[in-house]
C-alpha cells in the first residue's frame, strides 16, 4: 500500500517534530542558563525557626548527603549507606512530596549506619549558620526540644537541602543565578505538654467517736490570659489523723491553678488558709530543673463539737482531647 503525504501532512508533521525536539531541548538549556555549578566553591546555610524560636536552645545537625556536578547531577556521598537510594530524582522539577520522601529514607539510612554529622550546632535566638560547606545535597536534622518555659515539645521534620541552589530550582519562577549562601527554614511540630497537682489535706487531730470525715475542695485553672479553662471538685475522707493527697494528672502546663476548701468537714475547722495557688508545669520542666511541682496543703484541727459525717468523691479524669469525664462512684458499675 502506497502513502501519498500531502504538502499540508508534510507541513503538519514538521511543526510536530520541531515542536518536540524544543521539548528535548528545554529542560537542559533551562538547566544550563544559570552556567555551570562551582563544585569547588565554599557554601552557607543558615536556618532560621523566626521569633516562635528565639528563646529555645535548638540543637541541629547537619548530613553531606550527596555531592553534586557542574550540570546540578546528584550523587550519594556514601555509596554503601545510601545504596537504592534514587538522589538523581531530584530536580528543578521535583515535588515537595519528592523531597520529604527522599529525606525520610536518607533519615533512616543515617540512624542505620549512624553516620557521624558534617556538622552540629544550637540554634541560639532564632536562627543558626553553618559556614565552609562543600557543594551538594544535605539533611537538615534538628533534635526533638522544648519551649521556653517547657509547656511545649517541639519535633522538627527532617529535611533536604542543595547547595547551592536558585531561585528557580527551589520555585520554579524567578532567577537561575546560583546562591552558594542560602536560608532555610524549620519544620515543626508542637505538643502540648502537661503536669500535675497535688492536694493534701492534713488533721492535726481527729475524734474516732464521729468516724470518717471528709473535706471539699474547689479547683479552678486560669490561662494566661486569664480565661477560665479547668473547673473540677475534689475530696478527701478521713478516718484518722495525718496526712491524704489527690493527685491530678494531665493538666496543662502553663495554667495557674487556685484551689479552695468549700467544704471543712463536720466538727474541723480549718488552720490557717482555705485557698491556695500554684502554676502546672510540666513533667519535663520539672525534670530539667525548670520548674516545681504544684503542690497546695491545708490543715485542719478537731473544734470540740459532736457533728459526724462523710461523703463521697467525684473524680473526673482526661479523655486525652482537652475534656473530662466524671467518675460518680455513686452509680452502679456497668455489668
Avoid at 524549620?186 to 473535706?215: C, D, I
Wanted: glycine fraction near 10%.
Amino acid at each position: 500500500m502506497n502513502i501519498i503525504r500531502t504538502n499540508k501532512t508534510k507541513a503538519a508533521l514538521a511543526l510536530v517534530l520541531a515542536a518536540l525536539l524544543m521539548l528535548l531541548c528545554w529542560v537542559p538549556l533551562r538547566a544550563q542558563a544559570a552556567g555551570a555549578i562551582d563544585v569547588g566553591k565554599s557554601c552557607q546555610m543558615t536556618i532560621t525557626g523566626g521569633s516562635e524560636y528565639s528563646g529555645m536552645k535548638i540543637p541541629v545537625s547537619i548530613y553531606r548527603v550527596a555531592s553534586v556536578s557542574s550540570s546540578g547531577q546528584y550523587t550519594a556521598a556514601d555509596a554503601n549507606a545510601f545504596s537504592g537510594l534514587n538522589f538523581g530524582s531530584i530536580t528543578s522539577g521535583a515535588h515537595a512530596s519528592d523531597w520529604m520522601t527522599l529525606a525520610k529514607s536518607v533519615k533512616e539510612r543515617i540512624d542505620q549506619n549512624k553516620i557521624a554529622a558534617t556538622k552540629t550546632g544550637t540554634m541560639t535566638k532564632g536562627s543558626i549558620t553553618f559556614s565552609g560547606l562543600a557543594t551538594g545535597m544535605y539533611l537538615i536534622a534538628p533534635d526533638r526540644t522544648y519551649s521556653a518555659d517547657y509547656s511545649k515539645q517541639y519535633t522538627f521534620t527532617p529535611y533536604l537541602a542543595a547547595l547551592p541552589n536558585s531561585a528557580y530550582t527551589t520555585t520554579g519562577t524567578g532567577s537561575d543565578a546560583w546562591r552558594y549562601e542560602i536560608e532555610v527554614g524549620l519544620k515543626a511540630e508542637q505538643t502540648p505538654l502537661t503536669g500535675k497537682l497535688v492536694v493534701t489535706k492534713t488533721l492535726q487531730n481527729y475524734n474516732e467517736t464521729l468516724g470518717k470525715t471528709t473535706f471539699v475542695f474547689e479547683i479552678t485553672g486560669k490561662d494566661s490570659s486569664g480565661k477560665v479553662v479547668y473547673s473540677n471538685v475534689i475530696s478527701t475522707t478521713h478516718s484518722g489523723p495525718g496526712s491524704q493527697s489527690v493527685t491530678i494528672p494531665n493538666l496543662p502546663a502553663g495554667l495557674t491553678i487556685t484551689v479552695k476548701e468549700v467544704y471543712s468537714g463536720a466538727s474541723y475547722t480549718p488552720v490557717g488558709s482555705t485557698s491556695g495557688s500554684a502554676l502546672i508545669y510540666s513533667d519535663e520542666a520539672i525534670q530539667n530543673g525548670a520548674g516545681k511541682p504544684a503542690e497546695v496543703t491545708f490543715t485542719n484541727q478537731y473544734d470540740g463539737g459532736n457533728r459526724g459525717g462523710y461523703g463521697v468523691t467525684n473524680r473526673f479524669q482526661s479523655d486525652g482531647r482537652n475534656g473530662w469525664i466524671w467518675n460518680n462512684p455513686t452509680t452502679p458499675a456497668q455489668q
